[in-house]
């Protein structure tokens, strides 16, 4: 019941926060021109973003199958696809994407798998995920300045600010997974710092947890270091999966018609937007990742078609995906109903026998 009504408050804050988002940014503006932008662009554009999109999600699924498999764990792709969309949802209406991996690991659980092993694996998904925010933010910040001097000029503060709070996130992961001692003794220290200041009260049960936690990450390092070719492979989907997603924003800027901005400088735009929001506390980076699309794409969408693509590109790329994730999610929770209760039926029928 506690874990419904926080999923219930997390939707609901949710719809609030995507009301106002959308309020502020339409209530100034001529809707009419918006909606016949919308209605007149090129469809089959649109539907290869939706494609796009769909393929993004599913990318995921293939690396979680793929190391399943490589730990000799047999799941089947449709599983997999199944929890890359839970994730995605939670992911989408709790904070900084902390519901995804945990519902993840939960609908694993119910199929049989090791919570270790699932945490595994996904800690894995989750480092190659940023590894590839990371690989771009570095490679603009050395070899692009020009797009980032031309186009990101007043706001470049966030990029660099997401960048390093990805790349902090990446080190604190592999801190975790290559020297357990040394992770265990700082977070130890950090916790009793918290508990001096009475900031977190003494617990001798998240203590332990902590520690069961940080067993799990040392698992990864030998994963690691024996399958070198697995994590290489990982990499390179994971760099796919990214660059699909952030490809919907330049299908969409061609389905007004426009041409003029070659598709790297457009989908290397959306990857900055990812960058900079990530790491923020906002379910989807709602509202920010709409206001820097505002600054970032002026110039490329000019007024006209600017928010009309706003509009399509995170309608494709965001919540239309959230969407179709919310409809996998509960039609896995009702099939898991189901079978549980008829296990239930099935377990109560043999007692009686």
């Known amino acids: 019941m506690k874990k419904n009504k926080k999923n219930i408050g997390n939707i609901l804050f949710l719809l609030i926060l995507c009301g106002l988002t959308f309020w502020l940014l339409l209530k100034d503006q001529d809707l009419p021109q918006i909606i016949q932008c919308i209605v007149e662009a090129n469809k089959g554009y649109l539907f290869i973003g939706i494609l796009f999109v769909i393929v993004f999600v599913c990318s995921e699924s293939v690396i979680i199958h793929y190391m399943m498999h490589a730990l000799n764990k047999k799941t089947k792709l ?15 209406i709790t904070p900084s994407a902390t519901g995804g991996q945990p519902a993840q690991i939960y609908y694993m659980n119910k199929d049989g798998l090791d919570i270790p092993v699932s945490t595994l694996v996904l800690m894995i998904v989750t480092i190659g995920y940023k590894f590839v925010l990371v690989l771009i933010g570095v490679f603009l910040v050395i ?36 020297w357990p001692n040394l992770a265990k003794r700082i977070i130890m220290w950090g916790m009793a710092l918290l508990e001096k200041l009475h900031i977190l009260k003494e617990n001798s049960l998240r203590k332990q947890k902590l520690i069961n936690s940080m067993d799990q990450y040392h698992r990864a390092a030998a994963f690691f270091l024996e399958h070198k070719l697995v994590i290489f492979n990982v990499a390179i989907i994971s760099i796919f999966q990214r660059v699909v997603l952030f490809f919907v924003t330049y299908l969409v ?6 041409n003029e901005a070659n598709p790297w400088l457009v989908t290397m735009l959306q990857a900055t937007i990812s960058i900079s929001v990530d790491m923020l506390p906002l379910p989807g980076g709602m509202g920010i990742s709409e206001s820097l699309f505002l600054a970032d794409f002026r110039p490329i969408f000019t007024n006209q078609y600017l928010l009309s693509g706003l509009l399509l590109s995170r309608g494709i790329s965001y919540y239309s995906l959230l969407f179709l994730s919310a409809v996998v999610t509960v039609g896995a929770h009702f099939i898991l109903t189901v079978r549980e209760r ?3 039926k099935g377990y109560r029928y043999d007692r009686f026998l």
């Open 342 to 344: 008829k296990a239930q």
């Open 78 to 92: 449709y599983q997999c696809i199944k929890y890359s969309f839970v994730g995605f949802f939670f992911s989408c």
């Open 143 to 178: 070899f692009d300045q020009n797009l980032i001097q031309t186009y990101l000029e007043e706001r470049r503060i966030l990029l660099y600010i997401g960048l390093l709070l990805n790349v902090g996130c990446i080190i604190l992961m592999l801190l975790l997974v290559f």
């Open 253 to 258: 800027y061609r389905a007004f018609g426009l």
